[in-house]
């Protein structure tokens, strides 16, 4: 590193928070804002208007931290140019996590997949609570007949961070794995994100 530059990955939240939005580390703005938002993943969700809520932080600190959050958020997400394989529930956990760990909301999303398990598209089929989100197969199905995808890898989040299946997670799969036998696309596996962590029904043996 230039000595006029610190190893950012050495610094703590609170630094690079002040580099973010310029001021001092121990400033009343930044112990404020790490106060309100205990951690990174509470940060990512905030909204504007809750922002500028923090006495100090006005419109442009605002901007300048959601932007931040979003290119953090867009690092990893599939450009057109750049062909993602999936060789295991893992991968497509990696793939995703870094955005879907931090939803405040359920949110149901389907990975079309070509015969080369290539990424054709990640889908968000549904948006819906806490806890809960509601999925039609018509919805699921109709994107992946539109990119004329092989195969499909369903995923969702849960914002407890546990991503251990519910009774609901579990039929939800079994309904929609028999609708994609009757369309001839498969349904590979069904993917829960945590915070940090996954669950993939096809390792549990929950999908045959």
Do not use: Q, W
Request: hydrophobic fraction near 40%; include cysteine; glycine fraction near 6%.
């Amino acid at each position: 590193m230039s000595a006029n530059y610190p190893d950012f990955t050495t610094l703590s939240t609170k630094e690079l928070l002040s580099i973010t939005i310029k001021e001092n580390c121990d400033s009343p703005v930044i112990n404020e804002l790490t106060c309100r938002f205990s951690s990174l993943k509470e940060l990512a969700g905030a909204t504007h208007s809750e922002l500028t809520g923090i006495k100090g932080i006005g419109t442009k600190k605002a901007s300048t931290l959601l932007a931040s959050m979003e290119l953090g958020r867009r690092l990893f997400t599939i450009s057109p140019g750049d062909p993602v394989v999936i060789h295991s529930p893992k991968d497509i956990a990696e793939l995703v996590m870094a955005e879907m760990r931090y939803l405040d909301r359920e949110h149901f999303r389907v990975a079309l997949l070509n015969t080369k398990n290539h990424v054709l598209k990640i889908e968000t089929v549904s948006i819906g609570t806490l806890n809960t989100s509601t999925v039609h197969p018509r919805e699921l199905f109709k994107s992946a007949i539109k990119y004329s995808a092989a195969t499909v890898i369903l995923l969702h989040n849960h914002p407890s961070g546990e991503p251990a299946p519910s009774r609901e997670d579990i039929d939800i799969t079994n309904r929609l794995t028999e609708v994609g036998k009757l369309l001839g696309i498969e349904v590979l596996d069904h993917v829960v994100i945590g915070d940090g962590k996954y669950m993939s029904f096809k390792e549990k043996g929950l999908i045959p």
